[in-house]
């Protein structure tokens, strides 16, 4: 098992940036993925950004170039640098981890991006 915590969400101006944190409650280097999802009012929750512990990363087409994933295993934390931000980007962040079968989700952060 693992708790997952998310931080770093708040509003900021089109074209502005926020680093997202997700503190796991144990050692990740063991988890195989890791992720930042998002769900904005009435729509679907969807995937942002995921990463292997490889480091291996894949992003949805709408934050490729703008958004870069990381994690850092010392600190059992994952990142969602956000750059050049849009209004559409605002959204409840979303953490992720898969632990073999099973799926564990952070409380999530709001991001709100103003025009």
């Known amino acids: 098992q693992v708790q997952l915590v998310e931080s770093g969400g708040g509003l900021v101006q089109a074209g502005g940036s926020l680093r997202l944190s997700c503190a796991a409650s144990?050692?990740?280097?063991?988890?195989?993925?890791m992720g930042w999802y998002r769900q904005a009012p009435g729509k679907q929750r969807e995937l942002v950004a995921t990463i292997t512990k490889g480091l291996s990363t894949n992003y949805a087409d709408s934050v490729k170039g703008r958004f870069t994933i990381s994690r850092d295993n010392a600190k059992n934390t994952l990142y969602l640098q956000m750059n050049s931000l849009k209004p559409e980007d605002t959204a409840v962040y979303y953490c992720?981890?898969?632990?073999?079968?099973?799926?564990?989700w952070g409380q999530g952060t709001q991001v709100t991006v103003s025009s």
């Open positions: 144990r050692n990740i280097v063991t988890i195989n993925s």
């Open positions: 992720r981890a898969t632990i073999v079968w099973d799926i564990y």
